[in-house]
């Protein structure tokens, strides 16, 4: 059962946001923030308040079943509408339920995805491609915005690195089941014994944070500009357009050079600190709240094996779920890619509700 005050606290939080919206005495920082929840609890405040109205007419029925003076034709007719109630209150009760699960705060905002090789050599370089090439499909089937931030190229034609944002509806949300380390099994060009070779990427998803979500002070920041360099140190601009710059309290550092203009590359590096500094804070909340962590599918720890792509058996498996797809090429085209995060979400979904009920 759905406990009655946190249905009165949801149509008390819309009516006082109702006010504060309509007041026009609020921070625009804070205006699009509230908006968005306003918008979110409208889609439950109808749910909500007839949950209530159940309760109370609930109570007038039963009184009215319970009273022996009654007629038994009134009787009669107060127990199938009582019947009537007790269906229809437990549809809403289950809505409510739902909307009631502990919510990743971040899950509506865009994403930055950064794709590392790992372990294999050439070989995982050219897997850390592929995967962007899959997450470039995905973009595409969903007409999300893939923006590249920062490349680092292989001399297999694979990446050593690539960092890139993704913008769009409810981003953070499906991308957020992409974090860890993901294998690939499969035998190599330059393979002539024809072994299966394993090799990893990993793959970060953060939350793309904005001004209003965490607070980076100029005087926290060391910047050093430099000279941008390309592949075997070769130089590839003539002015110290490059940037680093690292956050002195978190010691987060990052560097970009992809930009011939020193501003842009500043503006660039800005975007994925604040973001890394934003993922940081998260995660020390998350630690303190290890309850709600175990109703997550899987740590989003970096290097948690979540996948495998085996390709001599045509197969992508992931591990949390215990869920294999038989059909990697479809699934590495973007095509069949929501099949397996619907699962995903479904799994946590049901964890947390098992949670609810405790």
Same mark, same amino acid.
């Given at each position: ?12 939080? @819309? ?13 625009? #920082?804070?205006?699009?923030? #509230? ?34 003076s009654n007629d038994k034709e009134i009787i009669e ?12 209150k437990e549809k809403n009760e289950n809505k409510l ?43 595409? #089937? ?39 380390? @993901? ?11 024809? %072994?299966? @070779? ?22 926290d920041l060391r910047i050093d500009v430099f000279r ?54 998260? %995660? ?8 709600? %962590? %175990? ?30 797809? @038989? ?32």
């Open positions: 059962m759905v406990p009655i005050d946190k249905v009165r606290d949801i149509i008390y939080r @819309h009516n006082a946001l109702e006010k504060e919206l309509s007041s026009g005495n609020i921070d625009s #920082k804070l205006y699009a923030k #509230k908006s968005k929840e306003y918008s979110n609890l409208g889609n439950i405040i109808k749910v909500a308040k007839e949950y209530l109205d159940f309760e109370n007419e609930q109570n007038d029925l039963l009184n009215i079943v319970q009273d022996k007719l107060a127990q199938k509408d009582l019947n009537e109630i007790k269906e229809k339920k739902v909307f009631l699960l502990p919510k990743d705060e971040d899950d509506s905002k865009n994403a930055i995805v950064e794709i590392r090789a790992g372990t294999g050599g050439l070989e995982a370089s050219l897997f850390c491609a592929d995967l962007f090439k899959m997450y470039e499909k995905v973009c595409s #089937k969903k007409k999300w915005k893939l923006e590249i931030i920062n490349i680092s190229k292989s001399e297999a034609g694979g990446f050593k690195e690539v960092i890139f944002s993704v913008n769009g509806n409810d981003i953070y949300s499906y991308l957020k089941y992409e974090s860890g380390v @993901h294998r690939v099994q499969r035998i190599p060009e330059t393979e002539t014994q024809g %072994r299966v @070779h394993t090799s990893a990427a990993t793959v970060a998803v953060l939350p793309e944070a904005e001004e209003v979500d965490v607070e980076i002070k100029e005087s941008a360099g390309g592949p075997g140190g070769q130089s590839v601009n003539t002015t110290d357009s490059a940037v680093r710059i690292t956050h002195m309290p978190s010691g987060v550092v990052v560097s970009q050079q992809d930009e011939k203009s020193q501003h842009k590359n500043k503006a660039k590096a800005l975007k994925i600190l604040r973001s890394r500094v934003y993922e940081a804070e998260k %995660r020390k909340k998350d630690q303190e709240r290890s309850s709600n %962590r %175990r109703s997550q599918i899987g740590s989003g720890d970096r290097s948690e094996r979540i996948r495998t792509y085996n390709f001599p058996q045509g197969r992508v498996t992931d591990h949390r779920i215990n869920l294999t797809l @038989h059909k990697l090429d479809e699934f590495l085209s973007g095509e069949i890619h929501e099949e397996m995060n619907q699962e995903l979400r479904l799994k946590e979904q049901n964890l947390k509700l098992e949670n609810l009920k405790a």
